[in-house]
């Protein structure tokens, strides 16, 4: 497997003099689904620009597919890396959908036929079919939201940055822009690095997690990262509530095998951990119980 | 929420809808020229009826036009007001040494029908395309790429920054805010229009980075597929045909 992301020893200050990243370190393998956690402020959005080559890294230490991305032509690392940031009124600049979609095709220096191809492509992946001529201030924010990941899909990047792709949004925009996410990674193969504060999706999100606060903190599985509450807590974080949950019951005595992160993973614990026990899971009170329940749950309260 | 769109009739269907963007932009522009120069204020006149035939048949509601021409002609108005006392002339009438002279209510009245006819064309001329076509004519046209991109952009964050506004506006009433003319609504006025200031600079960051982002580099590309039919060239020579018109009759005025 490819390596599609290596980030090495990447320092940046703000002009004013403050370290917004710290030594940081990534590597990210090909079609690997990545979420980056921290808390505001962390410097997500800078490594982003990093990312994508707007900001330039003074050492050719931001590699995309083995590439110095700083030193790439503009058509070739638009081609590698898109960026999806987090307000869409920031990233729907031009007066309607399809010239928005058009803009980064256009600027590779593609044909018209292909440009048109590509919108009509990216609209269609997110679900936005007949929008070609809408303007930005008619839509809804979950519409702009979409138009904002089709104006970067048409790029046809291998690598999809997304900046809380999910913040604001109603719960079926919500699923809607999760499921679109996961149908690039699984059926696309397109590698996936998305910084977001929406505990409750990341086990649908994330094969790892990242976590950033100036420099790499914490790096592992969902899971793993979340079991550790006191570099939840030092991070401003919060473990999703089934995985809480699932550690009250353990007080109980309902133990599975893993705690799930999911309500889907939830279901295929519990079956299981049931069917273990012929069909049957006591639960009961004993002496320590409501003092191990205190102790998970102020191990995760802020 | 209610945005001042001045392309909100664009949709309709009119002999001036169908009219080939870029011819509609030139031969308004002459015909604006043309305009403006009249010296006569009966041909002034004509021309004012002329845009208004022009209106009629883009079919435009008036109401829509004249709600936007409003403005425009509040500025011209203290002319109309002004020049009858200031200007020299014939006087009409005189009481207590204060008189009203012919030639400044001729040129009054002038200067008020040449701005009412050319913000009325204008008006025409920007409600009948929509509003990303008119910039990809302008593009089209050769005018300066900066110029296009800064009335392209300019008309897209209009309507965010109404959106800012109006929440901040909201935020503000909602705290028990009251616009009173005192020094203290003053100060929280200004400082909102401040904010609005620094949150549009932030913001503009912002759009540039999501631009670096897709490759802009400064020059605007876009797909422009407009097509003259027998039809434009058609109405755009009756366009040209009139500008000439005025012009020599006009000189033979003169």
């Not at chain 1, 900001?55 to 081609?79: H, L, W, Y």
């Not at chain 2, 001042?4 to 020229?33: C, G, M, N, Q, W």
């Not at chain 2, 110029?147 to 920054?161: A, H, P």
């Amino acid at each position: 497997m490819k390596t599609a992301i290596s980030i090495t020893d990447l320092n940046y200050s703000y002009p004013d003099g403050t370290k917004a990243l710290d030594n940081v370190n990534i590597e990210v393998e090909q079609g690997e689904k990545i979420v980056i956690m921290g808390p505001n402020g962390a410097g997500k959005t800078t490594l982003f620009l990093h990312l994508n080559g707007v900001i330039r890294a003074e050492q050719d230490n931001v590699k995309i597919f083995g590439n110095n991305i700083g030193s790439m032509k503009t058509e070739d690392r638009i081609r590698e890396v898109g960026v999806v940031f987090a307000e869409p009124d920031d990233q729907l600049f031009m007066s309607t959908v399809y010239d928005d979609i058009a803009f980064g095709p256009l600027n590779m220096g593609l044909s018209e036929e292909e440009v048109d191809r590509r919108v009509k492509k990216a609209l269609a992946t997110v679900g936005l079919e007949g929008f070609e001529d809408k303007v930005p201030h008619h839509m809804s924010f979950g519409q702009k939201k979409k138009a904002a990941l089709a104006a970067v899909l048409s790029m046809e990047p291998r690598v999809l940055v997304l900046d809380e792709p999910t913040a604001n949004l109603d719960p079926k925009s919500r699923a809607d822009l999760i499921r679109v996410i996961n149908d690039l990674n699984k059926n696309h193969g397109i590698t996936t690095v998305i910084a977001m504060h929406d505990i409750n999706a990341l086990s649908e999100l994330a094969d790892r997690v990242y976590v950033l606060n100036r420099s790499i903190v914490a790096e592992g599985p969902t899971r793993d990262i979340f079991s550790d509450h006191v570099l939840v807590k030092e991070n401003n974080l919060d473990a999703p509530d089934i995985f809480k949950f699932f550690k009250i019951m353990k007080c109980f005595g309902g133990d599975c095998d893993q705690t799930p992160m999911s309500i889907d993973e939830s279901v295929k614990e519990l079956t299981q951990a049931i069917e273990a026990l012929e069909g049957k899971m006591s639960l009961h009170i004993h002496e320590s119980t409501h003092e191990m329940v205190n102790d998970v749950i102020s191990s995760y309260r802020h | 929420m209610k945005y001042p769109e001045i392309d909100k009739y664009a949709e309709l269907d009119s002999l001036i809808h169908r009219f080939d963007p870029r011819a509609k932009i030139i031969t308004f522009t002459l015909l604006i020229f043309s305009f403006v120069f009249i010296e006569d204020i009966r041909i002034a006149f004509v021309s004012l009826l002329f845009s208004s035939f022009i209106l009629l048949v883009s079919r435009i509601p008036f109401g829509f036009i004249f709600n936007r021409m409003k403005p425009g002609l509040i500025f011209v108005m203290p002319f109309l007001i002004v020049m009858p006392f200031a200007l020299d002339g014939n006087v009409l009438y005189s009481y207590n040494g204060i008189s009203i002279s012919y030639d400044g209510l001729y040129y009054g009245s002038l200067v008020v029908i040449r701005a009412a006819t050319s913000i009325m064309l204008t008006l025409i001329m920007l409600g009948t395309t929509k509003m990303d076509t008119t910039m990809k004519s302008l593009h089209s046209l050769k005018v300066p790429s900066p110029f296009v991109q800064t009335l392209m952009f300019s008309y897209r964050y209009i309507f965010v920054f109404i959106d800012e506004f109006l929440s901040m506006w909201t935020s503000m009433k909602a705290k028990g805010f009251k616009v009173k003319a005192n020094k203290h609504s003053l100060s929280i006025i200004g400082n909102l229009v401040g904010m609005i200031l620094v949150r549009s600079y932030e913001r503009a960051e912002r759009v540039y980075h999501s631009m670096a982002s897709k490759g802009y580099t400064g020059e605007s590309r876009t797909i422009v597929k407009f097509k003259m039919q027998t039809a434009d060239y058609g109405l755009a020579a009756i366009l040209i045909g009139t500008v000439l018109i005025f012009i020599i009759y006009g000189m033979s005025l003169s």
